[in-house]
């Protein structure tokens, strides 16, 4: 992965990312020799989060399979969360 130091960014701004993006599909920002961000394409990093998001609906839909749910009333919930504080 490339790494793009903060001293770069500020010097060549938008261009060293451009670059760097052309290589790979994200780039790690190093601050003062340490990784600290990644940057990538919009369209990468919507990718990602529908992966977040598919593996949560997994996760809910294994859930309710199993039966580690409750079913309650609105009221039932918040009484239980009071309950729980």
Do not use: W
């Not at 001293?7 to 340490?34: H, M």
């Amino acid at each position: 992965m490339n790494v793009i130091s903060a001293n770069e960014l500020k010097t060549r701004g938008i261009s060293a990312i451009e670059q760097a993006l052309a290589e790979e599909p994200e780039a790690i920002v190093s601050v003062r020799g340490k990784d600290r961000f990644v940057v990538l394409e919009l369209a990468q990093y919507q990718h990602l989060r529908e992966c977040e998001l598919e593996v949560a609906l997994a996760e809910a839909r294994a859930d309710v399979a199993a039966g580690r749910v409750v079913r309650e009333s609105p009221e039932e919930h918040l009484a239980r969360l009071d309950a729980m504080a």
